[in-house]
C-alpha cells in the first residue's frame, strides 16, 4: 500500500535536524521495520515540515508507525495519506448508489 505522509516538527526536534540528526536513514528504518520501504523524503516550506513518500504492507503497518512516531512526541500535526483503488471504491460506490435510499 503506498502512503503519503505530511508532518510538522516539534521544537525540540527541530533542534535535533539542526544538531545533524539523520532523519533520512531514521525513516527509512521506520519503514522497513514494519516491512514497508521509504521512497522518497522532501522537507518542505508551508504547511507542512516534511512529506514522506513509501509504501507499507497494508494498514495495520502504516498506523502502526505513526502511532510510533506520535508516541515520541517528535511530531505534530502528522496526516497519512493511503493510496486507494479507486476502480474497487467505484464499483463500490456503484454498488451502494443502487440500493441506498436517501431520507425524504
Keep these: 500500500m503506498k502512503v503519503t505522509i505530511l508532518a510538522n ?8 535536524l539542526m544538531q545533524g ?14 516491512g514497508g520501504k521509504m521512497a522518497s523524503l522532501m522537507f518542505t516550506r508551508g504547511a507542512y515540515d516534511v512529506v514522506v ?3 507499507v504492507p497494508d494498514q495495520t503497518a502504516g498506523m502502526g508507525m505513526a502511532l510510533a512516531v506520535r508516541a515520541s ?12 483503488d ?10 451502494a448508489a443502487g440500493s441506498y435510499k436517501p431520507a425524504g
Aim: net charge negative; charged share 30%; aromatic share 4%.
Design 21 to 34: 540528526s539523520d532523519r533520512e536513514a531514521a525513516i527509512k528504518a521506520l519503514f522497513e521495520s514494519v
Design 9 to 16: 516538527y516539534e521544537p525540540h526536534a527541530a533542534k535535533g
Design 53 to 55: 513518500n513509501g509504501e
Design 73 to 84: 512526541g517528535s511530531v505534530s500535526d502528522l496526516v497519512i495519506l493511503e493510496e486507494l
Design 86 to 95: 479507486m476502480k474497487g471504491v467505484l464499483a463500490a460506490a456503484k454498488k
